[in-house]
């Protein structure tokens, strides 16, 4: 079982940056891979980034060279630096992890943290 705790959500002026936060704890084997997903009103949810154990990255083609996700397995913690926000990527960002195998590749949602972005 994994609890995740996000942080780092809030209001901010577009061109600006938020660092969200998100850590992982309980009992598992492994983590396969970390990721943020986001979803806005009336759209579906998206995957925003993934990193993996490894440090493998992906982004989603409309924050690539303003987001970047980054992980430390040490502490079970991803992070998702977001700079030269836009008003659309106002949405609640959740916090996903992937389990590895020994956990038969079991996936975990945080509760969601919410930006704004207006000015």
């Known amino acids: 079982q994994v609890q995740l705790v996000e942080s780092g959500g809030g209001l901010v002026q577009p061109g600006g940056s938020l660092r969200l936060s998100c850590a992982a704890s309980?009992?598992?084997?492994?983590?396969?891979?970390m990721d943020w997903y986001r979803q806005a009103p009336g759209k579906q949810r998206e995957l925003v980034a993934g990193?993996?154990?490894?440090?493998?990255?992906n982004y989603t083609d409309s924050v690539k060279g303003r987001f970047t996700i980054s992980r430390d397995n040490a502490k079970n913690t991803v992070y998702l630096q977001m700079n030269s926000l836009k008003p659309a990527d106002t949405a609640v960002y959740y916090c996903?992890?992937?389990?590895?195998?020994?956990?038969?590749?079991?996936?975990?949602w945080g509760k969601g943290t919410l930006v704004t972005v207006s000015s």
């Open positions: 996903n992890v992937l389990l590895g195998p020994l956990d038969y590749g079991m996936d975990y």
């Open positions: 309980g009992t598992f084997f492994s983590i396969n891979a």
């Open positions: 990193i993996t154990s490894g440090g493998s990255t």
